[in-house]
């Protein structure tokens, strides 16, 4: 069964306008959350986490998150696009303890 | 952040031949590594949980005679690809937990095996 859905695989968006990438899991129970950047030829990087604390999650680089219960959600925002945002994003539910399972990823471009 | 480094960077190697990828943590010490494969465009799939001194748990499919994992120690795994194939070409990642972090993975830059 599909724990966690990325419903972009391509997002375009124009550099100083906002950026949301979705994502939506599956759990009986309240899960931990994490969006992870991978930049070409980069390893992957933490962006933010959600484990059952505030349910507005500030990241780095002006990223955010919002945890959803209702909406079994936990989409990716920032208010204004820089160029170097340009990479591929991955949502992420940990399951088993700490088994992560990953999203199939949303790639983001960035036009000047 | 915490530093996890891989080695090699990339490898080809002839068909039948075994590749072994080190995974290790620089600034902390790692109780549970984490191995990933990722094919072309496509996500992240977990292969097996690495535990030092004891053995790595495989995830449903993946065939633990085929990647041997090793956890010699708390700074260091490894992944042996036996009697490799064309089929095993792919890009490994390896990850540390960092304790007390609360389930934060750590991922090195990634492997890239070619096996011709």
């Known amino acids: 069964a599909q724990s966690v859905t990325q419903l972009d695989s391509h997002v375009s968006v124009s550099e100083g306008t906002p950026v949301l990438l979705r994502c939506n899991y599956s759990?009986?129970?309240?899960?931990?959350l994490f969006w992870y950047v991978q930049h070409p030829n980069k390893g992957l990087q933490l962006l933010l986490k959600y484990t059952s604390a505030a349910t507005l999650v500030k990241g780095i680089n002006g990223f955010e998150a919002e945890f959803k219960k209702s909406e079994t959600s936990f989409h990716l925002t920032k208010p204004s696009a820089h160029m170097s945002d340009a990479a591929e994003y991955f949502c992420v539910v940990v399951r088993n303890f700490n088994k992560f399972y990953f999203g199939s990823g949303t790639k983001l471009n960035v036009k000047p | 952040g915490a530093v996890v480094s891989q080695h090699p960077s990339r490898v080809i190697c002839k068909s039948g031949t075994s590749v072994k990828i080190e995974c290790r943590s620089l600034?902390?010490?790692?109780?549970?590594m984490f191995w990933y494969r990722q094919f072309p465009k496509q996500s992240l799939m977990l292969m097996a949980t690495s535990n030092e001194g004891s053995k790595a748990t495989y995830e449903q499919g993946v065939e633990k005679d085929k990647f041997l994992i090793n956890h010699a120690s708390l700074t260091l795994s490894t992944l042996t690809v036996t009697s490799a194939h064309p089929e095993d070409s792919s890009f490994y990642i390896c990850?540390?937990?960092?304790?007390?972090?609360?389930?934060?993975?750590?991922f090195g830059p990634g492997t890239r095996l070619l096996v011709l």
């Open positions: 759990s009986s129970y309240s899960p931990s």
């Open positions: 990850s540390a937990e960092e304790p007390g972090a609360g389930e934060t993975q750590y």
């Open positions: 600034d902390f010490q790692a109780t549970t």
